[in-house]
């Protein structure tokens, strides 16, 4: 789908904010603070701020850096980082033939408004948010709304923290307090690295052995405001009393203030230093969630950066601060400044997940290759002058797996498919249905891989699955009643020339090169094996092979 | 739970707290002493016609859990884990006579012969053992049950019983086999298989609960009834219907067979006295339990909830009392409504 | 390294990891790509070597066994049960009836009695045990397993680091690697006594498999030349080059192969077919096994089950030592017997016993233990520890003592220093030799 145009909706709506518990109406309409959205930067601009500092860094450390990578090898990338696939032939074919100076932008735009993107990037924030408990279908498919409508961040985070959970849409979204509600300890650290980028959990029993910002304060601090949640079977409440005790490291008693990780303390009735001076009525109880939320969003560098550096990560394979929660004053972030300003402008355009993204994915830093044909040692990653490896995750890797052996159907819609699509106002329907499909086939590869995590590492365990199962041999078997399956396909192919090239531009998605294509053809000729063997032997081979197995 | 406004037919009237587990007891019907033991190798006594019964600690003989005892003329008889078989008197306290290593494993249940002339036990040494009851003379030892389970692990050998006309001894073992001998010539007349009360779980615990804990023969000797647990889902407890066999032992065909949800084992089971009722207790994971059955159907009549899990069973003569033993102590239930 | 002496967790500050923190923010130029080969892969020096031909067996009886009905029996007390204890070949130790054997052997084997490990929930005290550690939010500890297969494996071994058996599926534990990573993740075998997926496939010669690796191996490193994350490139060939090793590991497997009266002796429980795959694992090369006994959690009818499982336990176990001292292995094999609690003290009424961490026993020996070694005691009815406590932690720093791995030693995570053992725990060096 490609918009004619980039509109900017602006919808106004008033909303009250300052101590009452229940939050803003209207779910479905994106809201955006008026007045910052008409001034905020388009995403071009933001694009290009990111490259200014990026390229003043390597000016400094005197890096050159790589050069932008090919076309090719674009499309693999952004599908797979915003689809969460490699590209089809078909979008190959497309990609090649269009001759236009923007036709990456037009990708990236097809992708971001295409129907997958949503069903992508909301299983990387369940990911991202849920930890061990993802998966839950709920949870991700709510993940998913909210990518689809482009609902801001902080009222994401607003609605993970506070609710209101009554309707079907948004009861999953207490998923995240609910499997955590029963361990204090467990709810703080994790909301807290989560949302604010920082690892509290060694200044429980002192104060942080590493860190100088972080004392026990700060751990109790983060855990009082939300001691008084309760949950665990699936309804989410909160206390209107309670407080957190500990012992200090002197042996002694105290009772926690709560405080957030600047230090801003809360009292009882009103956030200390807030600008407004509404106070809830003595009767009602004042909610600690609804602080953290308060003071989160108001001191909001903690909240932005966060979730900046943990996209940054995500498209770029390093947090501009790595680890991403261990944000503190002794760890520097990677480019001076980029984090501040990206996160900063994030907030301020209304936390536009969206904007952000498609800003990232737009700069040449995003871009770069990860060639690097130079006699000099590779450049380390925190300077992102090349880009690096990135293994691909197992939900990447096991769809992808499927598109390659051509045991995945991705087709455009027909004729009758178009018109319902048109009829029931929702485009992409049956593009929704295979990719979901897809999924379900794939979910029975992936536990079998190797997951894509900070220190990844290759076991011999996916190693002799892809080798030796039957489930993966059965996906590169001819199969004459599977007659999509690639195999099936190419080993009709009397050329073997041919049949090279397209096992090539299936698996690796690109052209190949000349000496490949001959060494390849070369090498299959050689093979006694009956040629239909031969073809799955090198469909395995791509399938298998460390371009397939990374996004590079 | 006895529904106060409601009357129940059977009634718990007294109950004397004991700490740890009786396993066994024996009634003398003359004196209305009620005798139990289990844990701490101790012989209580009870005077169930007392107005407020009260466990009396008498003797301790064993060195172990005592598993079973048998009132005879005037002598408690006991077994043993301690693989000893004890004839006590009654009146004195004495120990008339000691058989160590009677068994070669622990000695699960004894039962006296209707005439009371002879005593015959069952222990882990898989091994049936008749005796003369006075002199305690072994008269035959009788080997016919599987010495280990199908997966080569240790059995047990829980229950005997004697026909009421003594010509005929059944002993039932861990697995759901049932031997019936010729108490004369100690002949094996007949097996029965009832593998349905022993659960050996291969796929999530690697190993087995169960087993007939009880038998008994019929007032007319023709039935033979089983005791225990049926299939248990989770091996770590009794998790598992209360399960009930009746067979008719001479066909060597099976009458019927029953379960209650109630989760437990019965660890034992008798025939009602005057009436066509079999009575069983136990306890599990649902429980305890005090059941009462149709002896003819199987049906369930009524479940009592007893306090603690039940171990042993005593229907007074009369039908008109039972008395229970197990964790917690002993028990009187009044069965006049029965 | 000079190790400075380590302040205990609640008192004053962690001075040796400000130390070693800002050691290692001054080293953080350096390259930290973790990816490919593994965390701190190191070349090995001549004690490393030596320390590389270690083994440890891991015998991880899952569900909770009682302390009272194997190593710590109380006999004559309420708690004790119908069990009686039996001399030993340690003079003044006594354990259960049920395990002659095992007493037999006892001046091969060491004892702790006196664990008090405080959870007594199935899966977090696994988690504790089988880590060593307490819990992190932020860190996720590998099984120590993982930590003696990376430590003791050689870098270039065909065989597995790692074999792990575990078939019941009630507490079924996967080796966590944690932030170890992928490289050492165990060999599961959890549904038959051979690893999955290392049969050639069905239609496939072998020739053809070795053919398209070659190819396939040639294409990454190819593809991994002047590229930036090549050491994610060439972990990944290695990975793959592992899988026909691996494949030719298939005789390990092979029980067949052992003459029928060695199978006799192990008996033909699950327990003891596994005992005896160890064993031959251990003997080729093999650093680190696993063998699991599950389930032992026998809330109702406790006597009765370990009647069941702990006359085979204590035949296996036997044997297994036997066979280990005979074939020259048990000085450099550290067998480690281990659950995730005991039993309570009190019998309730369904005749069973319920967890219990406050006091209960585990069992080692072989490598670097000094066997006959009784250590601990807990008092009169096994309620609490009376002498000698230990917990978790402890263990696992005499795990890697014994092995003649400083438990000291630091792993990073990220800029992190994580030693392989709490900070303030203890090695039991009563049982060390």
């Known amino acids: ?552 | ?338 | 390294m000079n190790s400075p002496s380590i302040s205990t967790c609640g008192s004053s500050e962690h001075l040796l990891y400000r130390r070693s923190f800002l050691q290692s923010v001054l080293a953080a130029n350096a390259t930290l790509q973790i990816g490919g080969l593994g965390v701190a892969a190191e070349t090995p020096t001549g004690e490393a070597l030596r320390r590389q031909q270690k083994r440890a067996l891991f015998i991880w009886l899952a569900g909770g066994s009682s302390q009272f009905e194997t190593w710590d029996p109380k006999p004559g007390r309420e708690t004790g049960g119908p069990f009686r204890p039996i001399q030993t070949a340690v003079p003044g130790y006594q354990v259960c009836e049920l395990m002659p054997k095992l007493a037999g052997l006892m001046q091969k084997i060491a004892v702790v009695r006196s664990l008090n490990t405080v959870i007594t929930a199935h899966e977090p005290a696994a988690d504790l045990i089988s880590t060593g550690r307490p819990k992190e939010a932020a860190l996720d500890y590998p099984e120590m397993g993982v930590v003696l297969a990376k430590e003791l494996a050689s870098q270039d071994s065909l065989l597995p680091d790692y074999v792990s058996f575990f078939p019941a599926t009630e507490g079924r534990r996967r080796p966590a690697t944690g932030f170890l990573g992928g490289r050492h993740a165990p060999l599961l075998l959890e549904n038959s006594m051979r690893p999955g997926d290392i049969d050639l496939p069905s239609g496939l010669s072998d020739l053809e498999h070795k053919e398209r690796e070659d190819l396939r191996q040639r294409l990454s490193s190819e593809f991994g030349n002047r590229r930036a994350g090549s050491d994610l490139v060439s972990g990944y060939n290695s990975a793959y080059a592992k899988v026909r090793g691996l494949m030719r590991t298939d005789h390990l497997f092979d029980l067949d192969r052992e003459p029928a009266a060695t199978r006799e002796r192990y008996g033909r429980t699950e327990f003891g077919q596994q005992c005896l795959l160890a064993r031959r694992l251990l003997e080729a090369g093999v650093p680190m096994v696993k063998v699991a006994r599950g389930f032992w959690d026998s809330h109702h009818d406790n006597f009765e089950s370990h009647r069941e499982l702990v006359p085979d336990f204590d035949n296996v176990l036997s044997v297994l030592l036997t066979d280990l001292d005979d074939r020259g292995l048990l000085d450099s094999t550290l067998v480690i017997v281990l659950s995730e609690f005991g039993r309570t003290p009190a019998i309730n009424k369904d005749v069973g016993r319920d967890h219990y961490a406050a006091a209960w026993s585990s069992a080692f020996a072989g490598c670097g233990i000094q066997g006959g070694a009784i250590h601990g005691r807990t008092d009169e009815d096994g309620k609490t520890v009376a002498d000698g406590e230990a917990n978790a932690s402890d263990v696992a720093a005499t795990i890697y003592t014994a092995l003649g791995i400083d438990p000291r030693k630091d792993y990073h995570v990220g800029l992190r220093p994580v030693p392989l053992a709490k900070e303030d725990s203890k090695p039991i060096t009563t049982i060390l030799s």
């Open chain 2, 1 to 338: 739970m006895a529904d106060e406004k409601e009357k129940q037919p059977v009634e718990l009237t007294a109950a004397c707290e004991h700490s740890g587990i009786l396993f066994a007891s024996c009634f003398d019907e003359e004196s209305g002493m009620l005798y139990g033991a289990g844990t701490d190798a101790a012989v209580y006594r009870v005077d169930v016609n007392a107005e407020k019964p009260a466990a009396e600690k008498l003797w301790t003989h064993h060195d172990n859990y005592v598993s079973s005892l048998v009132w005879l003329k005037g002598m408690v008889i006991s077994g043993g884990y301690d693989r000893k078989l004890i004839w006590t008197s009654a009146e004195s306290g004495k120990v008339l006579r000691q058989i160590e290593n009677a068994h070669d494993g622990w000695i699960r249940d004894v039962a006296a012969f209707p005439g009371g002339d002879r005593i015959v036990s069952v222990a882990d040494d898989m091994l049936v053992r008749v005796r003369d009851a006075e002199s305690g003379e072994l008269l035959m030892s009788l080997q016919g049950h599987a010495r280990e389970t199908p997966q080569g692990f240790a059995t047990a050998l829980y229950a005997v019983a004697v026909s009421p006309d003594g010509q005929t001894i059944a002993t039932a073992d861990r697995i759901g086999d049932v031997c019936l001998w010729n108490a004369e010539s100690g002949q094996l007349l007949r097996r029965l298989q009832a593998p349905a009360f022993y659960t050996y779980d291969s796929t999530k615990r690697s190993r087995s609960i169960g087993g007939i804990r009880s038998v008994c023969f019929s007032p007319d000797g023709s039935q033979l009834a089983l005791a225990g647990i049926g299939a248990v889902t989770n091996v770590d407890g009794f998790v598992g219907p209360t399960r009930i066999e009746m067979w008719d032992h001479e066909s060597g065909k099976r009458t019927w067979a029953a379960e209650d949800q109630h989760k437990a084992v019965l660890n034992h089971l008798t025939f009602h006295p005057t009436k066509p009722i079999l009575i069983a207790g136990g306890g599990g994971d649902s429980g305890g339990i005090l059941g009462f059955w149709d002896k003819a159907t199987g049906k369930l009549r009524h479940k009592a909830k007893p306090k603690g899990h039940l171990q042993r069973i005593e229907p007074r003569a009369d039908g008109t009392h039972l008395f229970a033993v197990g964790h917690g102590g002993f028990q009187i239930w009044s069965l006049r409504d029965l």
């Open chain 1, 1 to 552: 789908m490609q918009p004619s145009a980039r509109i900017l909706i602006v919808v106004f709506l008033v909303t009250g904010l300052a101590g009452s518990i229940c939050s803003e109406d209207s779910a479905s309409a994106s809201r955006v603070a008026s007045s910052a959205r008409s001034t905020s930067l388009s995403f071009e601009r933001v694009a290009a701020k990111i490259d200014g500092f990026v390229e003043s860094h390597w000016s400094a450390k005197q890096v050159p850096p790589a050069k932008l990578t090919d076309d090719a090898t674009f499309l693999r990338r952004i599908t797979l980082d915003l689809a969460g696939r490699i590209p089809t032939t078909r979008e190959l074919d497309q990609f090649r033939g269009d001759d236009s100076k923007d036709k990456r932008d037009k990708v990236i735009h097809r992708l971001l408004d295409g129907p997958e993107f949503p069903l992508h990037l909301g299983s990387v924030l369940d990911e991202m948010i849920q930890g061990r408990h993802a998966g839950n279908s709920d949870f991700v498919d709510y993940m998913r709304r909210n990518i689809r409508d482009n609902r801001p961040w902080d009222l994401v985070f607003r609605e993970l923290m506070l609710g209101p959970w009554d309707t079907a849409e948004r009861k999953p979204a207490n998923r995240f307090l609910d499997k955590r509600a029963k361990t204090l300890d467990v709810l703080a650290v994790d909301a807290t690295r989560v949302f604010f980028g920082v690892d509290i959990s060694c200044a429980k029993c002192h104060d942080h052995p590493l860190v100088a910002d972080w004392s026990q304060d700060h751990f109790y601090g983060m855990a009082s405001f939300f001691n008084r949640t309760t949950g665990g079977n699936g309804k989410v409440g909160e206390k209107t009393e309670g407080d957190v005790k500990f012992l200090g490291s002197d042996g002694k008693e105290k009772t926690a203030q709560v405080m957030f990780l600047t230090g801003r303390v809360v009292g009882e009735h009103a956030v200390e230093g807030s600008t407004t001076d509404e106070k809830p009525p003595a009767s009602t109880p004042v909610s600690r969630r609804e602080q953290l939320v308060e003071i989160a969003l108001d001191e909001r560098n903690f909240f932005s950066r966060s979730i900046v550096n943990r996209l940054w990560r995500y498209f770029l394979g390093r947090g501009l601060v790595h680890p991403v929660d261990q944000m503190h004053s002794a760890n520097d972030s990677a480019i001076p400044g980029l984090l501040e300003w990206l996160a900063e402008d994030f907030a301020a355009g209304g936390y536009d997940l969206r904007r952000l993204v498609t800003a990232m994915v737009s700069s040449k830093v995003y871009q770069l290759s990860s060639e690097w044909p130079h006699d000099s040692d590779v450049p380390q990653a925190s300077l992102f002058a090349v880009a690096g490896l990135r293994p691909l995750s197992r939900r990447q890797l096991s769809f992808s797996i499927l598109m390659a052996t051509g045991n995945a159907e991705l087709s455009e819609p027909d004729e009758i498919e178009s018109r319902v699509e048109r009829y029931v106002s929702v485009p992409g329907v049956q593009r929704i249905r295979q990719y979901l499909t897809i999924e379900k086939t794939a979910a029975g590869l992936a536990p079998s891989l190797d997951e894509r995590t900070d220190d990844f590492q290759s076991s011999a365990v996916e190693a002799l699955f892809m080798s030796n199962n039957p489930a993966t041999q059965a996906l590169i078997a001819v199969d004459d009643g599977n007659a999509s399956s690639l195999v099936t396909q190419l080993a009709r192919l009397v050329e073997t020339r041919l049949l090279v090239k397209e096992a090539v531009r299936t698996v690796l998605s690109r052209e190949p090169r000349d000496d490949e294509l001959s060494q390849l053809t070369d090498w299959f000729e050689r093979q006694s094996s009956p040629r239909a063997t031969t073809t799955g032997q090198l469909l395995w081979v791509l399938v298998t092979s460390a371009e397939f197995r990374f996004n590079h």
